[in-house]
């Protein structure tokens, strides 16, 4: 009997510890969700990360292309697609002007007003400027 009543003791406790490894698990779980959504929001905005949680409740795909053209992308994620939209138009530019600047050289070149260095510096200019466009 008392062999038996040790064991149950010994169940019960085991038990009550892993209950509350459970509670405690859930616990942890939801401020992860809760901290995961809040994540969402401040990266979208508020009203873009609820209707990404709806889609992905509904069992939905969530198209990640799509957002980025959304008028309601808010958050984090507009100031990047902006600072990202800026350096391309910059990039552009500034292969633009190389260009430019390349063309005008080759013609003071042929004329022999500017020395085969100047034309191959500017060339390497021009091509070091399209290698950062086509990476961005």
Same mark, same amino acid.
């Given at each position: 009997?008392?062999?038996? #009543? ?6 019960? !406790? ?10 405690? @698990?859930?616990?942890?779980? #939801?401020?992860?969700? $809760? ?14 990360? *609820?209707?990404?949680? *709806?889609?992905?409740? =509904?069992?939905? !795909? &969530?198209?990640? +292309? ?5 008028? +309601? ?6 100031? *990047?697609? @902006?600072?990202?939209? @800026?350096? &391309?138009?910059?990039?552009?530019? !500034? ?15 042929? $004329?022999?007003?500017?020395?085969? =260095?100047?034309? !191959?510096?500017? $060339? *390497?200019?021009?091509?070091?400027? $399209?290698?950062? &466009?086509?990476?961005?």
């Amino acid at each position: 009997f008392q062999s038996a #009543k040790a064991s149950y003791t010994n169940a019960r !406790e085991s038990y009550e510890i892993q209950k509350q490894q459970n509670d405690s @698990n859930i616990a942890l779980a #939801k401020l992860d969700v $809760k901290f995961a959504r809040m994540d969402l929001e401040h990266y979208l905005g508020k009203e873009l990360a *609820e209707a990404v949680i *709806e889609k992905a409740k =509904e069992g939905g !795909e &969530v198209d990640f +292309e799509a957002l980025c053209g959304s008028d +309601e992308l808010g958050g984090t994620a507009r100031q *990047e697609k @902006n600072k990202l939209e @800026n350096s &391309v138009t910059l990039a552009r530019e !500034e292969l633009s002007r190389a260009e430019d600047k390349l063309g005008w050289t080759q013609k003071l070149a042929e $004329k022999q007003y500017v020395s085969a =260095e100047e034309l !191959e510096a500017d $060339k *390497e200019i021009e091509a070091r400027i $399209k290698s950062v &466009v086509k990476q961005i």
